[in-house]
């Protein structure tokens, strides 16, 4: 595989995913306008905000699996499966960049 486009692509998705955890962030806890004196828009509010700290957590979570798939491209072992030591496959990595696991072993 061509480990510089990979490199490239993870890098640009990684850049989009810090995008939208900092506006997640900005949301949640810089709020520009108060919270509404209604009890009906003040659940409203809570639950909005619950799946935005939902979302920041997703994106948390794949920054980190992009961060690891990069360490993998740097020391030479991004198509290796991390359990098993076998080849991860093309169309697996293609599909999930930064997969660390063999189908088999994802299962």
Known sequence: ?????????????????????????????HRDEPVSA????????????????ALEAEAKEEIAQINKALHRIEVDVYEQCAHCGGEIGVQRLQAIPYADSCIECAE
């Open 1 to 29: 595989m061509e480990s510089d486009k990979i490199k490239i692509n993870l890098l640009e998705r990684k850049a989009e995913l810090e995008s939208r955890v900092e506006r997640t962030h900005r949301h949640t806890f």
């Open 38 to 53: 209604n009890f009906n828009e003040q659940v409203k509010q809570t639950e909005n905000d619950e799946l935005v700290r």
